[in-house]
């Protein structure tokens, strides 16, 4: 059988058409799974991050009510025997019954709290008050079921610390007898010394947090085929999806999770903060694992905690998967269309597709494409539509990332409440501000604002009248002050104003003076109208510190002597005596 040249040239560029786009659609698929892979690699980590920030502030918020609690007159009273003579007499009980009644409230409001107890120095660190949690109650434990505890680190270390400081348990299965016997779920015991006026330890205070509530509450915002994984400073398993490899030593078999992820073993030596990999681990399925390293940065057992997520590889390239089926439906197409337009016009059907492949590898170099015929009304107008829309879809998926990672970055870095700067962007601008106060000698002062009876407020009115207070302080704030200033709220009631290059005193008392007024102006709410007062402390550089941490602390320390002498006013650090709002 003879064959033209016509036959021959069609066929040659048929079999020629199909391999350019095979190679073609192989870029394209190859591209976009690697695009898809980094993506999701990318919101792996910063879930991680944002994650690990959560539970940063978890613990800090655990502090913060172990603070009060041991800051609160009753329990130096119960631990000293203040009440009465004798420890069961009725004031006695009375006070231990008040010192429950708080401990409820803490645990109404945070529900991982399985257990808050005061427990004294002496008697071998016998309980005074204790409340568990059982079930969907909260119990206090009758005062002849109480335990000594003496013997435990969490009370014996604890008892060591100096006031304010806290002390955090190694991660283990609840071994304690409780009222709830049938539980034991993975545990940290975060405990604060109780100390004397004269500085002697009268005691500690324990909260027992049920860490399977805590990280079930920060998982509720990531998607639900995120595997969760926590290990020690040494590498032993805490969290994993599979139960039976958690807290293997407890049992003497150790579970390590260096040796189930060897891709870690940088990360346990220092090497590295965070790891991304992509690994089989103990499942069958692969996957794409993000882990990161935080320090504990209070007294612990532990110096380091290693958190992290995985997702399955299979999740990711679900995407992958419809592109895949358009590039062989085009594939398709195009046989025929080759063969006919190789009939009519071979020259005219070998140019789109080679446009259609440098197209291509610009794509994958990050290049403008170009032009593509997608005009035509034939199989190659087809591939060169779906090139393009696999082109626009991948284009939104990474401006939806960006937009996501924003969105995250500004939840980390900002107040949900009144949009100001938090702590760490608060952090930020101050060690900026120093460092361009020591080149150009200019001077910085920082103002610690604390309402007056803002808990108060929240009884009476509700969180939301509460909200509003903040809200319309907020905006005072900032109205007060310059553009080149900042206004951040540290959380619950209390504000930071940073001013830059105010080196007087006198300008920084006229500001001070100025945000009291703005503060004491009503605020209607509800109906009424509420007037609320602030004290503030204040503390300047170079001469209160040289260090953020350390102005900060100054400008705490000159706070709470304001609020010390029970009225509205200001001062600065190492101030004798506060200056009193006008009108207080």
């Known amino acids: 059988m003879k064959f033209h040249i016509a036959t021959k040239l069609a066929l040659v560029l048929v079999l020629v058409g199909l391999v ?59 631990l000293s025997g203040g009440t009465a003579h004798l420890p069961d007499s009725q004031d006695s009980r009375d006070a231990r019954k008040q010192m429950a009644t708080l401990f409820r409230l803490i645990m109404e409001t945070h529900p991982a709290y399985d257990q808050i107890r005061l427990i004294s120095a002496r008697n071998h660190g016998l309980e005074r008050v204790r409340v568990d949690r059982r079930n969907d109650l909260l119990l206090q434990v009758d005062e002849d079921d109480l335990q000594e505890k003496g013997h435990y680190a969490y009370v014996s270390d604890t008892l060591k610390l100096p006031a304010r400081a806290a002390y ?124 990161i390293r935080r320090g504990i940065e209070i007294s612990s057992e532990d110096d ?50 080679k446009r259609l ?70 952090k930020e601008r101050l060690d900026h501000a120093i460092a361009l106060s020591q080149r150009g000698n200019t001077g910085i002062a920082l103002l610690f604002v604390d309402l007056n009876d803002f808990k108060d407020i929240n009884d009476s009115l509700g969180h939301d009248a509460g909200d509003t207070v903040l809200v319309t302080i907020a905006h005072r704030l900032q109205e007060k002050v310059r553009i080149t200033d900042t206004v951040a709220r540290l959380g619950g009631d209390e504000f930071i104003v940073l001013l830059v290059g105010t080196p007087h005193q006198e300008a920084v008392s006229a500001i001070a003076s100025s945000l009291m007024d703005s503060i004491r102006e009503d605020i209607p709410i509800k109906g009424t109208t509420l007037n609320v007062g602030a004290s503030i402390g204040i503390s300047r550089f170079p001469e209160d510190g040289h260090s953020a941490d350390s102005l900060l602390a100054r400008a ?29």
Request: with cysteine; net charge neutral.
């Open 20 to 78: 350019a786009a095979g190679v073609s659609g192989y870029f394209i698929y190859d591209i976009s799974r690697n695009l898809l892979i980094k993506s999701a690699k990318d919101r792996l980590l910063t879930s991680t991050q944002v994650l690990g920030r959560k539970l940063f502030s978890a613990r800090q918020e655990t502090v913060r009510d172990l603070q009060t609690i041991t800051e609160h007159p009753l329990a130096r009273t119960i």
């Open 168 to 291: 955090m348990s190694r991660m283990t299965r609840r071994q304690e007898p409780a009222v709830d016997t049938n539980r034991k779920p993975p545990s940290i015991y975060i405990a604060m010394p109780v100390i004397a006026a004269q500085g002697e330890p009268l005691g500690v205070v324990v909260i027992t947090i049920d860490v399977n509530h805590v990280f079930d509450t920060l998982l509720e915002d990531l998607p639900q085929e995120f595997q969760l994984y926590l290990a020690s400073g040494s590498g032993d398993i805490l969290i994993h999806p599979d139960s039976r490899r958690t807290f293997g030593f407890d049992t003497g078999r150790r579970a390590l999770i260096q040796d189930e992820f060897p891709a870690m073993r940088p990360l346990l030596s220092g090497d590295e903060h965070q790891v991304l990999f992509e690994t089989t681990g103990s499942h069958a399925e692969p996957l794409l694992a993000a882990f």
């Open 304 to 353: 380091w905690l290693y958190l992290g997520l995985a997702q399955p590889l299979s999740r990711v390239l679900e995407e992958s998967q419809q592109l895949e089926f358009t590039i062989s439906r085009s594939m398709f197409i195009l046989l025929p269309a080759c063969l006919l337009l190789a009939i009519l016009l071979a020259r005219l059907t070998t140019r789109p597709i």
């Open 357 to 426: 492949i440098e197209a291509t590898q610009c794509f994958a170099c990050g290049k403008d494409s170009g032009d593509l015929p997608v005009d035509r009304q034939d199989e190659i107008g087809d591939l060169a539509r779906s090139f393009r829309l696999m082109q626009d879809r991948i284009s939104e998926q990474l401006v939806t990332l960006q937009n996501n990672k924003a969105e995250l970055e500004q939840l980390v870095r900002h107040d949900p409440l009144t949009g100001l700067p938090n702590r760490r962007l608060l």
């Open 556 to 584: 705490d320390k000159a706070m709470y002597g304001v609020k010390t002498g029970k009225r509205s006013g200001y001062a600065f650090a190492g101030q004798a005596a506060p200056a009193p709002a006008e009108g207080a």
